[in-house]
């Protein structure tokens, strides 16, 4: 059954705030480039939402998830279970359980090309700010 809030919006789950604390957190540190892909109807999936975006270099890629690393933990009392990547800061994923983070730089992201594998999903691009 579908809760509302007292304005009459739909509340959101405590899956839905994660992925819009991280998108805000990617966004602040002009990461870019970002799809979410609602994997919730998928069969067999590790998580509900899967985040992919991109920085331009290694060190913008250590800021975005030092950034959302930050955003979780201030507003929402989120810890990653894990964060592997950031020796070589190419692609480094962030595992919030039902949230998978994924930052990549931009070769890296195209040849993997994860929005691909999960084609079926729903996925929503999230517009760059300039």
Excluded at 40 to 53: D, H, P
Excluded at 77 to 82: L, M, S, Y
Aim: with cysteine; proline share 5%.
């Amino acid at each position: 059954m579908e809760q509302t809030k007292p304005s009459g919006r739909k509340a959101t789950s405590p899956s839905e705030e994660l992925v819009k604390t991280i998108t805000e957190a990617i966004q602040e540190k002009k990461g870019s480039s970002i799809v979410v892909a609602d994997l919730r109807k998928i069969e067999g999936t590790i998580c509900q939402y899967f985040i992919i975006c991109q920085g331009n270099s290694p060190s913008q890629v250590e800021a975005i998830t030092e950034s959302v690393s930050d955003f979780a933990r201030e507003r929402l009392h989120e810890k990653p279970a894990h964060v592997v990547g950031l020796e070589n800061a190419q692609w480094v994923a962030m595992d919030y359980s039902d949230v998978l983070v994924h930052i990549f730089l931009p070769d890296v992201r195209e040849y993997y090309d994860l929005e691909h594998l999960w084609e079926d999903a729903p996925l929503t691009r999230i517009p760059d700010l300039d």
